[in-house]
């Protein structure tokens, strides 16, 4: 039996920066799925230390390393930074909840 562990990341709706674009998902380098504005991404992955990051075009987050235990489950929210990051290679942000 392989024991798996759970990545989910959501983007909240209150944002009209980059309403209409969905922001890609990076785990560990490769591009795992994407999210919409209101929508979340749930990952199946295997237990131990990933790093993730989120990406739009030239610009994304910084990568925040997540260590999943065995079977748990571990939410992100990606949100733009402000109007003023868009110029920037960090507009996006990754947090941790809970």
């Known amino acids: 039996m392989t024991?798996?562990?759970?990545?989910?990341v959501e983007r909240?709706?209150?944002?009209w920066f980059d309403r209409a674009r969905?922001?890609?998902?990076v785990v560990d380098?490769?591009?795992r799925g994407s999210v919409?504005?209101?929508r979340e991404l749930s990952l199946a992955l295997?237990?131990?230390?990933?790093?993730?990051?989120a990406?739009?075009?030239?610009?994304?987050?910084?990568?925040?390393?997540v260590h999943?235990?065995?079977?748990?489950?571990?939410?992100?929210r990606v949100e733009p930074r402000s109007a003023r990051h868009a110029a920037g290679r960090r507009y996006l942000r990754l947090i941790r909840l809970g």
Do not use: F, N, Q
């Not at 990406?55 to 390393?65: I, N, Q, R, V, Y």
């Open 29 to 31: 380098g490769a591009v």
């Open 55 to 65: 990406k739009l075009d030239w610009t994304g987050s910084e990568a925040l390393p």
């Open 36 to 38: 919409r504005c209101g």
């Open 12 to 15: 909240p709706s209150g944002h």
């Open 68 to 76: 999943l235990g065995p079977g748990a489950t571990v939410r992100l």
């Open 22 to 25: 969905a922001y890609e998902i």
């Open 46 to 53: 295997p237990p131990g230390t990933h790093t993730v990051r």
């Open 3 to 8: 024991v798996i562990a759970t990545l989910t």
